[in-house]
């Protein structure tokens, strides 16, 4: 996983721990008195499972994870669970911090597949430990505090399917229609991007293609075929539009950007580009190659690597 990614995600955990912590703790405090009750102890989660926020069900476990309790949820006791052994779980393999509460790795659930976590508070008395008050929570149900995640814009190489790196030697490039009318092809993906409100494509060398998402419409993508990509027409579909103030792409370096792939298409007839894609707004440019393995970096990055840079990183 990309460090930003784990770091947005390890903030939001942060969040709903705080939130989670307190309560837990305090109901734990009061299923000691009847910790060797069930029905007792089923009284008092039913009483403590509505301070609980988002809880989708709480229960009590021994110190080996058995189940020493039913389930209660907001609608009351479910009964079925009571004696159910829940060591093997992910959650109960986790080690409990010195604090005595945990909140767990998110998980996929049993029966429905929907990911979830639980929170673990130890429950303890005259110092020894009787066991666990669990909360169950869907993901669904708990609140995001935290901003969408930024991409990295770190380069990231991505390794792709090992038979076709075997037989990279064994084969060789095959001239598709866009090689033979590259040059117009990528005059035409410089107006659209420049001009005409797309902000990323996805360009398809091998096979003549090209996908294309627009400013105005930016939920659906277009698709150019063959014949569109070399067809100056094309553009008269597409209105036009300001270059983003906010792309992290200069407008002056996207004809910069397009030679170096016409370049990177024909580096070598074993060794070549096969797909392509700019984000404006990203400002990343990534590139998969005849060994199927794809780069991710930022523009100005890609711009200071030469292609002879490119036949060893591929190689």
């Given amino acids: 996983m990309e460090a930003v990614l784990k ?3 390890h903030r939001q955990r942060a969040e709903i721990a705080k939130l989670l912590h307190a309560p837990l703790s305090h109901l734990a405090q009061q299923c000691v008195s009847a910790w ?6 089923n009284e008092v989660l039913v009483d403590g499972c509505s301070r609980i926020p988002h809880c989708a069900y709480i229960y009590a476990l021994d110190p080996s994870g058995v189940q020493v ?7 009351g006791v479910s009964s079925g669970e009571f004696g159910r052994d829940r060591s093997t779980l992910p ?3 986790e080690p409990m911090p010195e604090w005595g509460f945990l909140l767990s790795d998110a998980y996929l659930t049993r029966r429905s597949q929907r990911p979830s976590l639980t929170g673990l508070h130890v429950v303890m ?3 020894q430990l009787l066991g666990y008050l669990a909360a169950d929570f869907d993901l669904r149900d708990l609140p995001i505090t935290g901003p969408l995640y930024r991409e990295s814009q770190q380069w990231r190489q991505v390794k792709g399917d090992p038979s076709i790196r075997q037989l990279l030697f064994q084969q060789t490039r095959s001239e598709s229609p866009m090689d033979r009318n590259i040059d117009e092809a990528l005059a035409i993906l410089g107006e659209l991007l420049t001009e005409r409100g797309v902000f990323q494509c996805a360009i398809h060398f091998s096979s003549s293609r090209a996908t294309v998402w627009t400013i105005d419409d930016p939920y659906r993508y277009r698709m150019l075929d063959a014949e569109a990509m070399v067809d100056p027409d ?5 209105p036009r539009r300001s270059y983003p103030t906010d792309a992290l792409i200069p407008v002056s370096s996207i004809e910069t950007i397009l030679q170096e792939l016409r370049g990177l298409r024909f580096l070598d007839e074993t060794l070549y580009m096969r797909v392509a894609s700019i984000n404006l707004f990203n400002g990343v440019v990534g590139l998969t190659f005849s060994c199927d393995g794809s780069h991710y970096m930022r523009y100005d990055e890609f711009l200071e690597k030469n292609l ?3 036949i060893g990183a591929i190689a």
Wanted: proline share 3%.
């Fill in 91 to 93: 959650y109960l393999k």
């Fill in 7 to 9: 770091d947005a995600t």
């Fill in 69 to 75: 309790s039913d389930n209660v949820g907001p609608q």
């Fill in 125 to 127: 008395a005259n110092g």
């Fill in 308 to 310: 002879s840079f490119w």
């Fill in 36 to 41: 060797s009750d069930r029905e007792r102890l």
């Fill in 234 to 238: 094309i553009c008269l579909a597409y």
